[in-house]
């Protein structure tokens, strides 16, 4: 991806990330109760949206229903942070470029195909989409191929349910998603810095993974256009990557799908993308990373765990090299 350093090689957090003491205190407090059980995870859904809702009073509440399979010990990121630092380069590069232009993206009338090698190909629009299965709230974290990270609550369900529902046959083995591609309502595709459109794919058995979410909001709302609105893909042992923004086709192949990432630079970003420390992208290391919102100039990273710390899914990778594929 496209990193931009300091002259100087030192990595400076901006200075919204540097926490006050005070608010560093009551997160101690907080992971301290949320240790001894005094939270309940209904409280830690509250204090993670209270300031989503302050920060956007006309966005649209989703009825969820927290897994307790998917809580994290980790704080949700701000929400001021999960909607102000994104990659969609559909808007533009610079990571405060979604949230400044994304405005323009038209999420209304807005439909999904269904195509290829499935029994049931159908067109699906979002009222469908959040009727096919209850909507789940998970926390999930979420590693960029860039060294950050964070912890997003989002709302959806498991990309099984649409999966069962479309009836695979007997060739389907990769799964393409394919996202909007549109130049009046994103400034980002006169850049040619991918082929457009962003197209991403998984093997069918990582599709079909439990964990797999097809994320139609975060905290307790529908998605912000930012961040893929209004329906995209979360895949959390995976770098960010893989996790495709504001879908419109999800196709079923017999052939491994191209990537946008793969096809812009095969040596860095490979299909499988799996995070991993011990494999170091070809520019940097990948053994640690930054959390974003706690990633003041005396914080120290974090270490970057194997599958982003997902180990269920390791033995969809029996056999495998994961050296080569990366
Ligand atoms: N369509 C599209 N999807 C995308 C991207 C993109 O540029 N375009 N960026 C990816 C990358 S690199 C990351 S890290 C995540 C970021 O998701 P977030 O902004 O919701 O945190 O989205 C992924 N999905
Ligand atoms: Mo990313």
Redesign the pocket.
């Known amino acids: 991806?496209l990193i931009k350093q300091n002259p100087n090689g030192v990595e400076r957090p901006f200075a919204s990330e540097i926490t006050p003491r005070e608010v560093f205190e009551s997160r101690r407090q907080f992971i301290q109760q949320l240790a001894l059980g005094t939270i309940a995870g209904s409280a830690l859904l509250e204090m993670a949206t209270r300031e989503a809702f302050a920060q956007s009073a006309s966005s649209q509440k989703l009825a969820t229903k927290r897994n307790a399979t998917y809580v994290l010990m980790d704080k949700p990121t701000d929400y001021k942070d999960?909607t102000g630092?994104?990659?969609?380069?559909?808007f533009g590069t610079d990571k405060t470029d979604?949230v400044r232009y994304a405005g323009s993206l038209r999420t209304s009338q807005w439909t999904v195909a269904i195509e290829g090698e499935v029994n049931k190909p159908q067109v699906i629009d979002i009222d469908g989409l959040r009727k096919l299965a209850p909507l789940e709230e998970r926390i999930y974290r979420?590693r960029?191929?860039?060294g950050w990270s964070?912890v997003?609550p989002w709302v959806g369900y498991s990309l099984s349910e649409l999966i069962k529902k479309v009836e695979p046959n007997g060739n389907a083995r990769y799964i393409e998603f394919t996202?909007l591609a549109d130049k009046p309502q994103m400034p980002g595709l006169g850049s040619p810095v991918?082929d457009w459109p962003?197209v991403?794919g998984l093997r069918l058995d990582e599709a079909k993974h439990p964990l797999t979410l097809l994320a139609l909001g975060?905290y307790g709302e529908v998605l912000p256009n930012?961040?893929?609105a209004p329906v995209?893909v979360v895949v959390p042992w995976k770098?960010?990557?893989?996790?495709?923004?504001?879908i419109v086709k999800i196709r079923f192949t017999r052939d491994q799908p191209k990537t946008?990432?793969n096809l812009a630079a095969p040596g860095e970003y490979g299909f499988y993308a799996n995070v991993n420390p011990g494999v170091d992208h070809p520019r940097w290391s990948q053994s640690s990373e930054r959390r974003i919102g706690e990633d003041s100039f005396f914080t120290r990273k974090r270490k970057t765990l194997m599958f982003n710390g997902y180990g269920e899914v390791t033995s969809l990778y029996a056999g495998m090299d994961l050296r080569k594929l990366y």
Do not use: D, H
Not at 85 to 90: G, H, K, V
């Open positions: 991806m999960a630092y994104n990659n969609f380069y559909e979604p979420l960029c191929v860039e964070m997003i996202t991918l962003y991403e975060m930012q961040n893929g995209r770098y960010g990557f893989k996790s495709a923004k504001s946008a990432w």
